[in-house]
C-alpha cells in the first residue's frame, strides 16, 4: 500500500544572480533537508526580475539590490516588515584560466588593462554592467573599450574569458566565482568600486505562507551567511 505524504508547497524564488553560487552550493539543499520544502528558483539580474514583476509574477521570496524594494513595497508586491539586509558584494575582474594576471591594484593600472584587452566582457543589464558601464565613461575609455566588447544581456561575463570571447570579465565577485575555469583577478580598485547591497523580503501574498517565511529567516541565518562569505559576497556587521 502506498504510503506517499504530500509534499509542502514549492517556495518560489526570484533571486538576483550575485548570490546564486551560494544558493547552489550550500544554502538551498539544507534548507530543503531541514524543512522537506523544495525551492522553485528563478535567477536574474535585478532589473530583469524587476520586468519580470511588472509583467505580472509575484515571488514569495525575493532576493535583490536593496535599492529596489522601497518602490516593490509601495506597490503592494513586497511586504515591507519582512526587508532584511542580506549581504553585499563588489565588483571584480577574471581572466582566462592560466593567464597572467593584469594589475589593477590603482585605477591607473586598471585603466591600462582595459585598454590593453583584446575584448573586455560585461552585463548590459546587472548592477556591475551598469556601474561598469559609467565608470568607462567617467575614465573617458568608453568609447575605445566599447569598440571591442563583449556586452552579454544577462547571464555570467566569466563565461566569456573561458570560451574565448574575451580576456577580461568584469562582473561582481561572486559571479565571476561561478565560473570555477576563470581566474579571478581580485576586486576593482578603490576609486573604480562599487558595492551592491543585497537584501531579502517576502511578499505580500506569502506572508501567511510557512513554507516561504521558513526560506526567508533560513536565507538570514548563520548556515546562510557563511555560505554567502565563501562565495565571495561580504555580510554586513550586525548594527
Known amino acids: 500500500m502506498s504510503t506517499n505524504k504530500p509534499h509542502p508547497h514549492p517556495v518560489h524564488l526570484f533571486s538576483a544572480l550575485a548570490v546564486k553560487k551560494a544558493l547552489d552550493d550550500v544554502i538551498l539543499t539544507a534548507f530543503t533537508e531541514r524543512t522537506g520544502t523544495t525551492v522553485e528558483g528563478v535567477y536574474d539580474p535585478t532589473n530583469v526580475l524587476l520586468r519580470r514583476i511588472e509583467e505580472g509574477a509575484r515571488p514569495e521570496v525575493m532576493v ?33 584560466p592560466g593567464a597572467e594576471p593584469p ?29 561598469f558601464a559609467g565608470l568607462l565613461e567617467r575614465l573617458g575609455i568608453a568609447d575605445e573599450v566599447n569598440e571591442r566588447a563583449t556586452v552579454v544581456e544577462k547571464g555570467f561575463t566569466a563565461l566569456a574569458v573561458t570560451d574565448g570571447r574575451a580576456d577580461l570579465a568584469v562582473q561582481q565577485m561572486s559571479e565571476l566565482m561561478f565560473v570555477p575555469e ?23 501574498a506569502a506572508v501567511g505562507r ?23 559576497l561580504e555580510v554586513p556587521p550586525a548594527g
Open 210 to 232: 510557512a513554507g516561504a517565511r521558513a526560506l526567508h529567516a533560513f536565507l538570514t541565518g548563520e548556515e546562510a551567511q557563511d555560505a554567502y562569505r565563501n562565495a565571495g
Open 64 to 96: 535583490g539590490v536593496t535599492g529596489s524594494f522601497p518602490a516593490l513595497c509601495e506597490a503592494g508586491v513586497i511586504d515591507e516588515a519582512s526587508v532584511r539586509d542580506l549581504a553585499r558584494v563588489g565588483v571584480g575582474l577574471a581572466v582566462p
Open 103 to 131: 594589475a589593477i591594484d590603482t585605477v591607473d593600472a586598471l585603466v591600462t588593462a582595459l585598454r590593453s584587452a583584446r575584448s573586455v566582457a560585461y552585463s548590459r543589464t546587472g548592477a556591475s554592467g551598469v556601474h
Open 182 to 204: 576563470a581566474r579571478v583577478v581580485g576586486p576593482l580598485p578603490d576609486g573604480a568600486q562599487h558595492l551592491t547591497e543585497l537584501s531579502v523580503a517576502l511578499g505580500t
